[in-house]
């Protein structure tokens, strides 16, 4: 289990997500994008109050900007500073935006705020998942839609980890809300829960970048750093023809 602190530390800077986005960009099989078919799940109207939750670098919000809806209103809440600040960076040239750094946990909004709430790749960092969805339903208007974007247990994390066990190294991804428990979570505080999947992979040519990606998580992973050349010569044994087919497992939860 990933803890707190853990998270603190792998966010205190953009640089180990950048990474981890650049492999996605890079790499990926179906060329959408998964944020861009995150973003195409929202079903905006013309005035729609959005808030989301734990925004990152606001990548997402920045590559489809033309296609929100007229009179919206986007709230960014994240617990880093540093992602805030990118965040900033990323959207300058939007007006609409309020930027926050919040606890999930303890959001500082009235109570049904918000048309929308996306909450995408975070829940599985919070320690107490059942308090954040009970903020999260707290904000949300009573005909509003709730969305978590998430991975699954047979994804990139569980095979790398498998391909690199030789060393002694198991991989530890939080697995808080995932495609296969995230239902059974969300069902306590929602009526309705939709599970759509986003259907992809990585054919990597340049095994130094997937290389990065693992030790872009140190927290999921815990390589040492004079082990590079060893997890590069076993991803090298689990390539074909100089590609390295890694499966992706991704979806997102449209609650009600």
């Known amino acids: ?11 205190q800077t953009s640089d180990n997500l950048d990474i981890r986005i650049a492999i996605h960009n890079r790499y990926s099989t179906n060329k959408q994008g998964f944020n861009n078919w995150i973003f195409n799940q929202y079903e905006f109207d013309n005035g729609s109050r959005i808030l989301d939750l734990g925004c990152g670098t606001s990548v997402m919000w920045k590559d489809n900007y033309h296609q929100l809806p ?11 500073e540093a992602m805030i600040e ?14 926050l750094v919040s606890d999930i946990t303890k959001l500082p909004f009235e109570d049904a705020s918000f048309d929308i709430v996306s909450a995408n790749m975070v829940l599985f960092h919070l320690p107490d998942i059942h308090a ?6 707290r904000v949300l208007k009573s005909d509003g839609r709730f969305l978590a974007a998430t991975f699954g247990e047979n994804g990139i994390s569980q095979t790398l980890g498998k391909w690199i066990s030789q060393l002694g190294k198991t991989n530890d991804s ?3 809300f995932t495609l296969q428990n995230g239902s059974n979570l969300l069902e306590h505080f929602f009526e309705h829960v939709e ?21 872009s998580l140190p927290e ?14 076993l991803l090298i044994q689990e390539s074909q023809d100089g590609i390295l087919t890694i499966p992706k497992e991704y979806g997102i939860f449209i609650c009600q």
């Not at 999921?220 to 997890?231: I, P, R």
């Open 220 to 233: 999921v992973f815990e390589l040492e750093e004079g082990q590079k050349e060893a997890v590069a010569e």
């Open 174 to 176: 939080p697995d808080g």
């Open 70 to 80: 007229q009179d919206y209103q986007l709230t960014l809440v994240d617990f880093s």
């Open 195 to 215: 599970r759509r999947d986003y259907l992809d992979s990585l054919e990597v040519t340049k095994i130094s970048d997937i290389v990065d990606y693992l030790y």
């Open 86 to 99: 990118a965040s900033r960076k990323n959207l300058s040239q939007l007006d609409k935006l309020t930027f």
């Open 1 to 11: 289990m990933v803890k707190p602190e853990q998270i603190s530390k792998q966010y």
């Open 132 to 137: 954040g969805l009970k903020e999260i339903k």
